[in-house]
């Protein structure tokens, strides 16, 4: 569907669109409450909270602006209720500072790609077509995929792809890469798609997705500084909700999940030690969770929107008795 400019919006289906709504609702009932989508995309999260939420205003960030010009367009019939900014989500105190927020009552974070990065060829996420090895959410950013891949030296590329790709064949599939870009550099992806699946041993190219799967998420992350970005806004966030308010995380990938699962345990745990019967008002948790472990998308769900299938979500609560 066109929006009103020519602009085409990517496919776009929400994920676990209905749970994030009844898990964030309860707090933006009131007038002038607040909801932040720290991770706006291409603004369908945020269009089905406000349509359940009447009363609510919402502040949008994103870093990509192709993303926020097309939010931008799909969320204008809510007229004034929106502010949309242009930032990374750990951004958030600078944003709700200039928003004139000291406290929101809803914030939600989705984390990794907007369908409008997987689905735009040019923009060199997707290892299924060939396109440059860019991967960056913000265009203005200066470090590239094909900068790590062209010369980054092989024990860091095995690291990265270790660490943020979970690769098993991490320093088989860096080594072919510094071969290989003595050679000739790498400019697009399909070069690098082709390497990775000669690097890893037949037996395991049919297991666990596309073979390349796992070393495009590992650049992707770096590009962009995803884990270092999900660190610094978890306690920013979680400081920012007034009493009552409600932080809801998608999550795609273990690293993240892990890094959320943490922060959402911390902070929802007493500070004494455990078996003390009666803890003082100064040490009972702030926060409640919302979500006993992570909830995941059923099959009918995933079967409709593929791209749902690694999801997690997780949820938190400030408790109404903190008086922050």
């Not at 009131?30 to 995309?41: E, F, I, R």
């Not at 930032?87 to 600078?94: G, I, K, R, T």
């Not at 400081?239 to 902070?267: C, I, N, Q, W």
Request: glycine share 8%; proline share 7%.
């Amino acid at each position: 569907m066109d929006s009103a400019d020519g602009r085409t919006p990517a496919t776009h289906v929400p994920v676990l669109a209905a749970r994030i709504v009844e898990l964030l609702a309860p707090a933006l009932d009131a007038p002038g409450a607040t909801c932040v989508d720290g991770t706006l995309g291409l603004g369908g999260h945020a269009a089905l909270v406000l349509d359940a939420c009447p009363q609510a205003r919402l502040v949008g960030i994103d870093r990509d602006p192709a993303a926020l010009a097309i939010a931008g367009d799909r969320l204008a019939r809510f007229g004034d209720r929106v502010r949309l900014f242009r930032a990374v989500y750990h951004e958030l105190p600078d944003v709700l500072a200039a928003a004139g927020l000291a406290r929101v009552e809803g914030i939600l974070l989705d984390l990794g790609l907007s369908s409008l990065q997987i689905d735009r060829a040019e923009r060199g996420f997707a290892y299924a077509v060939d396109a440059p090895l860019d991967m960056r959410m913000d265009p203005d950013s200066e470090l590239t995929a094909a900068t790590i891949v062209n010369t980054w030296p092989a024990t860091e590329l095995a690291r990265i792809l270790r660490i943020y790709g979970e690769e098993r064949n991490a320093r088989r599939i860096a080594g072919a890469i510094v071969a290989a870009r003595e050679v000739e550099p790498f400019t697009s992806s399909a070069r690098l798609v082709r390497l990775v699946a000669d690097a890893i041993p037949i037996a395991q190219r049919n297991s666990g997705g596309h073979p390349a799967k796992r070393t495009f998420q590992a650049l992707r992350i770096v590009v962009n500084g995803e884990l270092d970005s999900l660190s610094a806004v978890l306690p920013a966030a979680l400081d920012a909700l007034a009493p009552g308010g409600r932080l809801a995380v998608l999550a795609y990938h273990s690293g993240e999940d892990r890094l959320v699962k943490r922060t959402f345990a911390e902070a929802a745990r007493d500070h004494v030690p455990p078996g003390v019967p009666d803890v003082p008002a100064g040490y009972r948790a702030r926060f409640t969770l919302l979500t006993r472990g992570a909830e995941r998308p059923d099959a009918a769900e995933v079967t409709v929107n593929p791209r749902a299938a690694s999801a997690r979500l997780r949820g938190i609560t400030r408790n109404q008795e903190d008086p922050r």
